[in-house]
């Protein structure tokens, strides 16, 4: 049986690359309230954020993000666009519905979105500044 998708209406960020290299690896998200974040910095530093409480200024700097890396051009292609000789060990996923209604949906299916390293650069800092803020 095929089930459609259940949309989400309260606001919710989920941005994760996983990969052989736990050190490229990254996990971020927000919802119900709470941010979550885990990734290494260029540095090599581990950074693990917990239950940080979200709020109205993270989100307005999360979409601000967003918009300058182009995260809301990014697409999700579908499985079956994807031919199954191509392998590849790395997976990235990533969804969100904004405060003020601009949703996105990605994936890797034909290969990481343009401008995907400075994104998550930027997003790391934006997890980074309000868990220093806290």
């Known amino acids: ?7 989400e209406n309260a606001p919710y960020f989920v941005f994760n690359f996983g990969c052989s ?3 490229k690896c990254v996990s971020l998200s927000a919802k119900n309230g709470l941010a979550n974040a885990e990734w290494y910095d260029e540095n090599g530093e581990h950074h693990v954020i917990e239950n940080l409480s979200v709020t109205e200024a993270f989100w307005n700097a999360l979409a601000a993000v967003a918009e300058e890396t182009g995260i809301f051009e990014w697409k999700a292609y579908k499985l079956f ?3 199954a ?4 060990l790395e997976v990235f ?3 969100g519905v904004f405060p003020d209604g601009r949703t996105f949906e990605a994936n890797n299916m034909h290969g990481l979105p343009e401008g995907f390293e400075s994104a998550v650069n930027a997003l790391t800092a934006v997890f980074a500044k309000f868990s220093h803020n806290a």
């Open 21 to 23: 290299s736990s050190e």
């Open 85 to 88: 000789s191509e392998i590849n």
């Open 93 to 95: 996923n990533g969804e």
């Open 1 to 7: 049986m095929f089930f459609k998708k259940n949309t």
């Open 81 to 83: 666009n994807r031919f």
